[in-house]
Nanobody
Framework: QLQLVESGGGLVQPGGSLRLSCSSVGSTLDDYAIGWFRQVPGKEREAVSCISSSGGSTNIAHSVKGRFTISRDNAKNTVYLQMNSLKPEDTGVYYC??????????????????WGKGTLVTVSS
């Protein structure tokens, strides 16, 4: 059974950078579109970015556009979220998930609830 594993979070000052990684156990990710989501206590989980199985199509939320970049290396079975110019409002637990449908620009996307434990990102001075 597919299990997702997120890593790379941590404490960073405003303006700093982090790179999150999403890998898997039990099955490889190369056949799946993958999304990154984040959650802050008291708020609904927010879609941040997604990438198609080939990496040829991506979607990025307006709130992080120009600062975050999603990519994947199927040979390493890993999807990345490069986060630059981090802001305090980027703080949250970041999760990756397999998508129910293809990832297309400016189209909504939803995960299939293969959530891992997530990785905590804290942006604070």
């Amino acid at each position: 059974q597919l299990q997702l594993v997120e890593s790379g979070g941590g404490l960073v000052q405003p303006g700093g950078s982090l790179r999150l990684s999403c890998s898997s156990v039990g099955s490889t990710l190369d056949d799946y579109a993958i999304g990154w989501f984040r959650q802050v206590p008291g708020k609904e989980r927010e879609a941040v970015s997604c990438i198609s199985s080939s990496g040829g199509s991506t979607n990025i939320a307006h709130s992080v556009k120009g600062r975050f970049t999603i990519s994947r290396d199927n040979a390493k079975n890993t999807v990345y979220l490069q986060m630059n110019s981090l802001k305090p409002e980027d703080t949250g637990v970041y999760y990756c998930d397999v998508l129910r449908s293809p990832c297309r620009p400016q189209s909504p996307y939803y995960g299939m609830d293969y959530w891992g434990k997530g990785t905590l990102v804290t942006v604070s001075s």
